[in-house]
């Protein structure tokens, strides 16, 4: 099995949204990789993720499903869709820049949606990316 890129994944996934102008200007630095106790809004958590092996016969890979979750209280649901349109335009189909020994194969956004948070004021948006990753030099 491919040595888990999980931790590759989430540097690059962070260095990618901290380097992303348009997010920053909705965000600023409220960006983590945990919901922050008291922290400001709105934010960005990446969230859960979950990986899978995508072995062949000539090659070793992963799949990674990762969350993003997206925290606003502005009234209506503006805030939340300007931020998930901004992490697809940094995230869709752009292939993150992985640490050695691995590369990123394919990056999409697989889908988003909108909640609201059980505090009635918060409104939560998710958005699940999956990416595909494989060793720089396969078997």
């Given at each position: ?100 020994p ?15 948070d ?16 494989e ?5």
């Open positions: 099995m491919t040595p888990d890129a999980s931790l590759a994944v989430q540097t690059a996934l962070f260095a990618r949204l901290a380097g992303h102008a348009p997010l920053g200007l909705l965000i600023g630095d409220r960006l983590h990789d945990r919901r922050p106790e008291g922290g400001g809004f709105p934010h960005v958590v990446i969230g859960e993720d979950a990986v899978t092996a995508d072995d062949s016969a000539t090659r070793g890979g992963q799949r990674h499903e990762v969350t993003l979750h997206v925290w606003s209280r502005y009234r209506g649901r503006a805030e939340v869709k300007r931020i998930l349109s901004a992490l697809t335009e940094a995230l869709h189909r752009q292939p993150l820049t992985l640490a050695a691995y590369r990123c194969v394919t990056s999409r956004v697989a889908f988003t949606t909108i909640l609201d059980d505090d009635g004021v918060t409104a939560h948006g998710v958005m699940r990316l999956r990416i595909a990753t060793p720089v030099d396969p078997y």
